[in-house]
């Protein structure tokens, strides 16, 4: 006798967590957004601050990592990945869509919509890091969605390191921060990509050094409404009574990862999960 089979999950109703992940702590800017859009999911991110800074390192080598990462989550039984990362999204996004079996979502796509629906005069600034600029991936969006814009893309490589310092807000970032704004000034832009994850922290500075008349960009709202948009349309959202949880990995300190993560996170994180290399390669293996 035949056994029954077994009935069809109910479409929407899937409690596997999304995976998200950064070279650091610059990604939990997102996941910030995604847990205010999405209440009800469950989220692991991990950090890979062991490895920071991506910025300046090759880019297939930011690949290799960024397949170690998206296949260890995999393995994890996620049922999306965000890579919340420009560098790692710039270097290994169509790559990892290839090959994992799971949807993946990038920030550079939201970014670069957000960018040409703001801009009035079409010249556009992106300051990232230098993985990111080198990658081209940018302009490439830009000149897709309107071939007449102009994009003018400054690397900065002190940003990341002074972000995560003890005094983010102090003098040598805002510094820093005019000296990376002036070629886009002296280009006449009227909208800027803040083209890092850890960047938004220090929005005020930015602000404040571009003034009122330019729009700065930074896509985490629209990131996260495109996780949730693929997250539904392919069905597999968790139910929206309840509440969501979220898990933390870091390749570094977690005690480090935990008090700077709170951050980042503009919430309490109470317990962080270390996660060796070794296992992220072997993962990929």
């Known amino acids: 006798m035949q056994a029954p089979a077994l009935p069809a999950p109910e479409r929407g ?25 999405m209440p009800h999911e469950d989220f692991v991110y991990l950090g890979d601050a062991a490895r920071l800074p991506y910025g300046p390192r090759p880019l297939p080598e930011i690949r290799r990592f960024a397949r170690e990462i998206a296949r ?10 965000l890579v919340a990362c420009n560098a790692a999204t710039s270097a290994a996004l169509p790559d990892l869509q290839e090959e994992l079996a799971v949807p993946v979502v990038g920030v550079i796509t939201p970014e670069a919509h957000a960018a040409v629906q703001a801009t009035r005069n079409r010249r556009i600034g992106l300051l990232a890091t230098q993985a990111t600029v080198a990658a081209g991936r940018y302009e490439r969006l830009v000149r897709t969605l309107d071939a007449g814009a102009r994009l003018v893309a400054v690397a900065c490589p002190r940003l990341v390191p002074l972000i995560e ?7 040598e970032t805002a510094v820093a921060v005019r000296e990376y704004a002036a070629p886009l000034m002296e280009a006449g832009v009227d909208t800027v990509v803040l ?9 005020p500075i930015f602000q404040r050094v ?3 008349g330019v729009t700065l960009v930074f896509s985490a709202e629209e990131t996260a409404r495109e996780v949730a948009a693929t997250l539904s349309r ?20 977690p005690e480090q990862f935990r008090v700077m993560g709170a951050r980042f996170l ?7 999960e270390r996660v060796a290399i070794a296992r992220l390669e072997e993962a990929a293996a």
Do not use: W
């Not at 310092?165 to 003098?171: I, K, Q």
């Open 72 to 81: 260890f989550l995999a393995a994890e039984e996620v049922k999306l990945i």
């Open 165 to 171: 310092s003890a005094d983010p807000f102090g003098e």
């Open 195 to 203: 083209g890092c994850t850890h960047y938004p922290l220090i929005r």
């Open 266 to 272: 503009q919430l309490p994180i109470a317990e962080v």
């Open 13 to 37: 109703i899937d409690q596997r967590p999304v995976g998200v992940f950064d070279s650091g702590m610059g990604g939990l800017t997102v996941l910030h957004e995604c847990l205010v859009t």
């Open 234 to 253: 392919k069905g597999i959202e968790n139910a929206e009574a309840r509440e969501g949880r979220y898990r933390f990995l870091t390749t570094g300190d």
């Open 210 to 212: 571009f003034g009122r």
